[in-house]
């Protein structure tokens, strides 16, 4: 008789991606993640398998949420201003010290490129759907199919670069000085 689930999963999750999107994958050990999960290690392996399927199942956790704060803007906000906000709200705010985190999916690229090609990828991929609604926004905000994919280009590009420049702790008001300046340029382009 299988024994039934003593934690919420959902809360294990979300502890071990907070664990992973501050530490990085490979400075997380299972220890240190059973510590935050709190579970125990045959609960842990039945669950999630591994650390590096746990992993896994945290980047998409985080690239859906993180899509997710995009399409909210959207619903709410012209095209531009929902991507606007994205950038602000992601970068800057209302997240508090999780800002200066960065972003997960980033940090991945960063850390695991040629250590663990395969997780890089996912975290790739993940952007490169990112960058795919980044593109459907300025469609809808008026911009040709050929300019639109070209800015899209130049968003993630600037994403990218804002989320490291979170984890050098660069100041908030610097960094909406750069989104105003971004939004700017693609709005003149308009």
Known sequence: MARTLEFNQTEALNKA???????????????????????????????????????????????KRTKDILLRARKDNPPLDALR???????????????????????TVLELAGVDDDLSARASGLLAEMQSEFERCLLDAGLAPKRAAEFASFLMLFNEGIRVSSRRKVSRDQ????????????????
Do not use: H, P
């Open 175 to 190: 960094q909406l000085s750069d989104i105003d300046t971004t939004f700017r340029l693609i709005g003149s382009a308009i």
């Open 85 to 107: 906000n994205f950038f602000e709200y992601t970068a800057t705010g209302q997240r508090g010290q999780r800002s200066e985190l960065g972003c997960m999916l980033v940090n």
């Open 17 to 63: 991606l907070a664990l992973f999107w501050c530490k990085g994958y490979q400075a997380a050990s299972l220890s240190q993640l059973l510590q935050a999960m709190e579970i125990g290690r045959s609960s842990f392996y039945a669950t999630f398998g591994d650390k590096r399927s746990l992993y896994l199942e945290c980047l998409g956790i985080f690239g």
